[in-house]
């Protein structure tokens, strides 16, 4: 009997054991088709973590890198705490951890719209910046005051001289650009300014001549002797024709200038003969054959001539001795304000690159050498390989007169009148002179040499 009782109390035991090994199962059972019906909603497939498939930027690169590395940190600091308790992860917790990779990660958070939004709009200033970059304030200040003078942007890219070498094309898109762009036109407005004041003046100063203004300068003859308060009067009767910075000496200047190319109203230029090849007179005189001109000897002219001669090489040596004191000063002409003369300086020869400054008595002209050292070089100017070595010398006499002798083989031009080979001509204020087909305007210290003349008169006397 009491065989039996003990086994059916271990029956029972047992039978209770199964019966609560089965609860546990089917409690297990019951979260796991839970679960199961909970991850049917969600794809098992992994998904990327970006919700674009496209390459990334540099900026939205370096946002994901952030990102990352934040939800690392977050993750890893989640753990920590479990992995510190000191109790072993039960059997269901286990399984649930098993499980926990399955589970899809979160997609990582996308950039912000307004954070992409600043970086671009950081970045425009700095393209407008760069665009600018060869466009300087004075530039601009020099292109509108150009295309309100001509109204001609092609006449601006050949007439104004930039900071920079631009073409037509960069002029016109500069011009369009201050017109249409607001936010070019705004930075060039700020930055027009904050020029200088002197800085401004200077560029008004090289400002182009319009047409209004050419066609009232062209109706000073050419034959007159015009003054600056001619010009001053000039100025006075038509404010409202010229630009506001000009001065009677700028207006003298560019008179100046159309009289050298013939452009004045009482000026006329011969026309061009018909055909291909055009026949100048140095090309003619090229053509003629000396040895058929006949050569009337004069003894007493060429006696005349060798005296002449030897006096002014005698005067050439003590001119070489003082050189150190009187000298022809060469200078390049930077801009219409430069002073033409000073205390030392009897008169210019100005050309369109370079000036020279006679400063004494005498001045030879002509082509430098190795061999053959000369006062004026007019090799400076522009091509020379057509001046003889010796062209020519300029003088100035006691009375205050400038002569010029032609030394050379091609003639010397005064104001369109040829100057042969062994001729000389009496040379005036603003007399065009031109040495093939180099052009410069002679110019006359009248001050300096009005002190020439009244010396001279009281020396006569005595």
Not at 17 to 41: H, Y
Not at 99 to 114: C, D, E, N, W
Request: aromatic fraction near 6%; charged fraction near 30%.
């Amino acid at each position: 009997m009491e065989k039996d009782s003990q086994g059916l109390l271990d029956s029972s035991l047992m039978a209770s054991g199964t019966a609560s090994r089965s609860e546990d199962e089917e409690s297990l059972a019951g979260q796991k088709r839970a679960s199961s019906q909970a991850l049917g909603t969600i794809p098992k497939r992994r998904s990327s973590s970006r919700f674009i498939k496209r390459k990334k930027f540099d900026d939205e690169l370096v946002e994901s890198s952030l990102a990352k590395s934040s939800t690392r940190a977050k993750g890893t600091s989640g753990v920590e705490p479990g992995r510190c308790s000191g109790s072993e992860p039960s059997s269901s917790e286990k399984k649930k951890v098993s499980k926990a990779p399955s589970t899809p990660v979160p997609p990582s958070p996308a950039p912000a719209p307004g954070l992409t939004k600043r970086v671009k709009k950081s970045k425009q200033p700095l393209q407008v910046t760069k665009d600018l970059g060869r466009w300087k304030p004075a530039d601009d200040l020099l292109l509108i005051n150009a295309v309100l003078q001509t109204n001609d942007l092609t006449s601006v890219h050949l007439g104004v001289k930039f900071s920079c070498r631009f073409t037509l094309r960069e002029v016109q898109e500069r011009w369009y650009a201050l017109l249409y762009d607001p936010v070019i036109s705004k930075l060039a407005c700020q930055a027009m300014r904050q020029l200088h004041p002197e800085a401004i003046a200077a560029i008004q100063s090289k400002a182009l001549f319009s047409k209004a203004e050419e066609q009232l300068l062209s109706k000073v003859g050419s034959t007159s002797q015009p003054t600056l308060e001619t010009f001053q009067d000039l100025l006075h009767r038509h404010p409202d024709a010229f630009y506001l910075a000009r001065t009677a000496k700028a207006l003298q200047a560019h008179w100046q200038l159309m009289k050298q190319y013939y452009l004045l109203e009482d000026q006329t230029v011969q026309p061009l003969p018909k055909g291909d090849q055009v026949l100048n007179f140095s090309d003619a005189e090229d053509l003629i054959d000396d040895s058929k001109l006949k050569d009337m000897r004069d003894e007493v002219l060429e006696h005349e001539l060798t005296v002449a001669d030897r006096r002014q090489k005698r005067e050439i040596r003590q001119l070489e001795q003082e050189l150190h004191k009187w000298q022809v000063l060469v200078d390049s002409i930077t801009g219409m304000s430069s002073p033409d003369f000073d205390n030392q300086t009897l008169a210019v020869l100005r050309g369109r690159m370079v000036r020279y400054l006679m400063r004494s008595r005498e001045i030879t002209l002509g082509r430098a050498t190795k061999d053959n050292q000369i006062d004026v070089d007019l090799s400076l100017e522009g091509p020379a390989w057509k001046i003889s070595r010796k062209q020519g010398v300029i003088k100035l006499k006691n009375n205050g007169d400038f002569f010029i002798a032609n030394e050379g083989r091609r003639p010397i031009y005064i104001d369109g009148r040829p100057v042969l080979c062994g001729s000389k001509w009496r040379l005036s204020n603003n007399s065009v002179v031109e040495i093939a087909s180099l052009r410069f305007v002679f110019l006359i210290n009248q001050d300096l040499i009005a002190l020439i003349r009244a010396e001279a008169a009281k020396i006569t006397p005595q």
